[in-house]
């Protein structure tokens, strides 16, 4: 059975940072692409950020970039994502998610999804 795990988040003044980690088992963790998305209230869910197997390759969604880094420790089966420079729209749900593809922005392309964690920025 494949769980992904979501910890880190938290209520978190704006400017703040964060360090959400989502930890997998039950699947050949170095063999899949892992990625971050988010939702607020109201609104659609988001993609955010992309990891390649090796973690040599990443993708980011232009609101986050150079604010977000994602990083996977696949001795772990692990996925990071380091979030500074908090503003109050990055308030979602965020969760990890798992596919066998390419880094995909699409989350319907990926098939593990973690339970989500909340992330709260205040102004």
């Known amino acids: 059975q494949v769980q992904l795990v979501e910890s880190g988040g938290g209520l978190v003044q704006a400017g703040g940072s964060l360090r959400l980690s989502c930890a997998a088992s039950g699947l050949t963790f170095s063999s899949y692409v892992l990625g971050w998305f988010r939702q607020a209230p109201g609104k659609e869910r988001e993609f955010v950020a992309a990891?390649?197997?090796?973690?040599?390759?990443?993708r980011y969604a232009d609101s986050v970039k150079g604010r977000f880094t994602i990083s996977r420790d696949n001795a772990k089966s692990t996925v990071y994502l380091q979030i500074d420079s908090l503003k109050p729209e990055d308030t979602a749900v965020y969760y990890c998610a798992a596919n066998r593809g390419a880094m995909q922005t699409n989350p319907q392309f990926y098939d593990y999804w973690g339970q989500g964690t909340q992330v709260t920025v205040s102004s």
């Open positions: 990891i390649s197997l090796s973690g040599n390759n990443a």
